[in-house]
Every structure is written in structure tokens, then in C-alpha cells.
Nanobody, 121 residues
Framework: VQLVESGGGLVQAGDSLRLSCAAS????????FTWFRQAPGKEREFVAG????????EYADSVKGRCTISRDNRKNTVFLQMASLKPEDTAVYYC???????????????WGQGTQVTVSS
């Protein structure tokens, strides 16, 4: 499974962004997908996850109410809509595919290369 993230960029506090994760696999709808992020000098942390059907989602407390994860199984793509962005949201955002919605980093076999999100104050 190959994952390619896109949609990151430099925005101002309060702005919105939509990240995309395109997956190259013929069994897209058999995977759960999770977004992680990693800020400089910090460990990679869970942001949001979605199960294979889209019926189950989970969010980190830090983004709950500001982010929405979704997926389009016809287009093999997972999205992370982020609103009311804060400077502390600045990080590289990674998409991961696996069999858990909210797992530890080592639970996931497939990762994208990441997309940088920078939020200025």
C-alpha cells in the first residue's frame, strides 16, 4: 500500500485546511486509516482515525471539535478537514493504514511521506 498526503501549507491562525491521503491499493476499503502528526522535537502523535466503512471515527482531545476525518472508498482517499487552526497545530501530518482506528505508531505497517502544516500566529 502506497500512501501520498497532500494539502498542507502555510496558513494563519484561525484558517482551515483539508489534507488528503491517496492510497494505491485494490483493497482500500479493508483498511482503517489514521492521521498522525509530528512537531519538531516531539514524538509522533495520534490526531484522528476512521474505520474501514467510515462509521467509526476517533479524535485526539487536542483537535476534537476542530477536525473531521472522512474517507471516499470510491476514490481511495482519506481526508482530514481542519478548522480554527492554531500555531500548536504546526507539524508534519502523516497518514497511516492499518487495522486499528486509534493505535500506537508501531501498529501501522503503511505510512505516507507526510505533509507540512505551518500555522502562523
Amino acid at each position: 500500500v502506497q500512501l501520498v498526503e497532500s494539502g498542507g501549507g502555510l496558513v494563519q491562525a484561525g484558517d482551515s485546511l483539508r489534507l488528503s491521503c491517496a492510497a494505491s491499493t485494490q483493497t482500500f476499503d479493508s483498511y482503517d486509516f489514521t492521521w498522525f502528526r509530528q512537531a519538531p522535537g516531539k514524538e509522533r502523535e495520534f490526531v484522528a482515525g476512521i474505520n474501514w466503512s467510515g462509521g467509526i471515527t476517533e479524535y485526539a482531545d487536542s483537535v476534537k471539535g476542530r477536525c473531521t476525518i472522512s474517507r471516499d472508498n470510491r476514490k481511495n482517499t482519506v481526508f482530514l478537514q481542519m478548522a480554527s487552526l492554531k500555531p500548536e497545530d504546526t507539524a508534519v501530518y502523516y497518514c497511516a493504514a492499518g487495522t486499528v482506528v486509534h493505535g500506537a505508531v508501531n501498529n501501522y505497517d503503511y505510512w505516507g511521506q507526510g505533509t507540512q502544516v505551518t500555522v502562523s500566529s
